[in-house]
């Protein structure tokens, strides 16, 4: 079965620094794919390229080399009013629930904005921002209130209902539960599952945090420094990790025995000070 999303050795350069700088490659040749209704999970530090990924798969970076296809067709290159249609199945939903809402804006006429793009009409509309709004569970007389009204939970809600609203085939979600705390986490991360069991649409959902992709993926790409180190089924990344640097994201996660969490960080650093021999060798 033909992917509904593959990345293909994807390479991206940004500009070095100073006097005649040279491009910096951050992604080297990575190679990825998404089923439709599957979610794939991207984990790494920061600066590992996984946000890098998720902006070329939206056209928000050019790549230097590689290709991304989607749905079948070839998107790498894609601008103007063809990347525009493409949002119809391809949406995004951003780290900051307080930033990527108009303040200006109630909550229906963000909801509308794609659909109107789509040319829905007013009552198809209205509609379909009802069911929107009882999708991600938040009252119906949300529509008329302004973003400044939720907490930062239901602001992310919003955002999940509006990427939602155009019936899209795959979300982008960057980081979406990192900005909210740990109760309200988990509340967004069973509302993604549940979306996706009854809509079946797909996830390549972006974080740094192991615990959060264990909850919510079927498969896990790890990334670090621009490579891929380690891919395979969620449970078995995130439950038992065979490379180092999996092993020390795994060993970061928190853990309420005192005794298992200083177990954990002396592992994890006697991980690290063999990856910083490895690395003096060569």
């Avoid at 963000?110 to 069911?131: D, F």
């Avoid at 990192?178 to 959902?205: E, M």
């Avoid at 621009?226 to 891919?231: F, R």
């Amino acid at each position: 079965m033909t992917p509904l999303l593959e990345v293909t050795d994807l390479r991206v350069e940004f500009p070095g620094r100073g006097f005649r700088p040279r491009p910096v490659e951050v992604l080297h040749a990575v190679s990825l794919t998404v089923a439709a209704g599957e979610t794939l999970g991207l984990v790494g530090e920061s600066g590992s390229g996984k946000t890098t990924i998720g902006r070329a798969v939206l056209g928000l970076v050019r790549p230097s080399g590689g290709s991304i296809r989607f749905d079948g067709s070839d998107i790498t290159s894609l601008g103007g009013a063809a990347r525009r249609a493409l949002a119809r199945d391809l949406q995004v939903v951003f780290q900051d629930p307080y930033g990527s809402l108009n303040p200006s804006l109630t909550i229906g006429d963000i909801l509308s904005e794609p659909l109107v793009v789509q040319g829905t009409g007013p009552a198809a509309a209205r509609a379909r921002i009802a069911e929107l709004l009882d999708q991600v569970g938040l009252p119906a007389d949300s529509a008329a209130r302004l973003p400044r009204e939720f907490s930062g939970g239901q602001r992310q809600r919003i955002a999940i209902a509006r990427a939602l609203a155009p019936e899209p085939k795959l979300i982008v979600c960057d980081e979406p539960v990192s900005a909210l705390d740990l109760s309200t986490q988990a509340r967004v991360l069973d509302l993604l599952v549940d979306i996706q069991r009854n809509t079946g649409v797909a996830y390549l959902f972006i974080s740094h945090d192991l615990a959060v992709i264990r909850h919510i993926s079927h498969r896990v790409t790890v990334l670090y420094r621009g490579d891929i180190v380690e891919t395979g089924a969620g449970a078995t990344v995130t439950g038992n990790p065979t490379h180092p640097y999996t092993q020390r994201l795994f060993l970061a996660a928190p853990v309420t025995d005192p005794v298992e969490q200083r177990r954990r960080r002396e592992e994890r650093r006697r991980l690290a000070d063999i990856g910083s021999a490895d690395r003096n060798r060569h």
